[in-house]
């Protein structure tokens, strides 16, 4: 499959996103935004007027499966369709790309709400493997309990996702890096905005084996779920903002990951928001679901 092995190809990721509207009532953005990294790779946002979260979901097409990587913050497919969207886009590639038969794996960077909300419209799709995105369940899937320090490896069929355990905002976190495109999908571990960290000493070890990690991949664009920052260095929208039109992009870099191992210096033994450029450290010490 062209793309999927060898050296991610150099594309920009120049995107509007829809990001919301003044009135929820009147917006006329889609339920759920497609757009198309190449012809195996999409990325998918939910709509501001349905969760003000706008979870950023991922799309991957192998030669043998495809994974869906989250599955955003309403359960309802009648206000969030997103099985008929990816149903849709899988459709339009298999066309394209023609099997006898056609898997679909759903995977998880962690098991907080507007991450998996979803998942129950996958139940009864043919051909199709939910993994829970609870420790016990995806740590099996994946092998980290016997292994926690391992990268596990999916293979798609030409495509193969390399997976790590990021503990540090949520016990299960999992970041996925994907050869073919150079993107490492870090979930609510690294992204634009608000960084809440549950267990200071395991984000800690996580941001160092993410910058190891990367000096030895061809990582092109560092991708969490969400954009929460204004493009004014050091401000956030405030929770539950349903209108950002002033977002950054919402790929990051590997330097921007050492900015955060400089951060996590700076912050030190302090609990509370820290604010930075580019991204906002919460270290408390009760999770609230983010």
């Not at 359960?75 to 849709?88: G, I, K, Q």
């Not at 092998?143 to 069929?157: K, N, Q, S, T």
């Not at 401000?235 to 990051?252: A, F, I, S």
């Not at 921007?256 to 450029?277: C, K, M, N, S, Y």
Request: with cysteine; glycine share 8%; proline share 7%.
């Amino acid at each position: 499959m062209e793309g999927a092995e060898g050296s991610a190809p150099a594309r920009t990721l120049d995107v509007r996103w829809i990001h919301g509207s003044p009135s929820a009532k009147h917006n006329t953005d889609p339920d759920i935004q497609v757009h198309a990294y190449d012809a195996h790779t999409v990325i998918l946002r939910q709509n501001m007027a349905i969760d003000y979260e706008a979870p950023f979901m991922f799309l991957l097409f192998g030669e043998e499966r495809a994974v869906l990587i989250d599955t955003g913050a309403t359960a309802s497919a009648e206000y969030f369709p997103l099985r008929r969207v990816v149903d849709e886009v899988m459709e339009t590639w298999l066309a394209a790309h023609p099997r006898d038969a056609y898997e679909l794996l759903v995977l998880h960077t962690h098991p907080h709400g507007d991450h998996i909300a979803g998942d129950g419209q996958f139940t009864g799709r043919p051909g199709t493997r939910v993994v829970d995105a609870a420790l016990d369940s995806a740590w099996e899937f994946f092998g980290f309990h016997d292994d926690p320090e391992g990268v596990a490896r999916v293979d798609l069929g030409g495509r193969v996702l390399e997976c790590l355990a990021t503990p540090g905002h949520h016990e299960a976190a999992v970041t996925f890096f994907d050869p073919g495109t150079g993107f490492l999908l870090t979930g609510d571990t690294v992204y634009p905005g608000r960084l809440y960290v549950e267990d200071w000493p395991a984000f800690t070890r996580t941001i160092d084996r993410l910058i190891d990690f990367c000096a030895t991949r061809p990582v092109t664009h560092v991708l969490g779920c969400h954009i929460e920052m204004t493009r004014q260095q050091g401000r956030d929208y405030p929770v539950r903002t349903t209108h950002q039109p002033d977002e950054p992009p919402l790929q990051m870099t590997t330097d921007q990951l050492r900015g955060i191992r400089a951060a996590i210096e700076t912050v030190g033994d302090r609990p509370g928001r820290h604010v930075f450029d580019d991204f906002v450290i919460c270290r408390r010490d009760t999770p609230d679901g983010d």
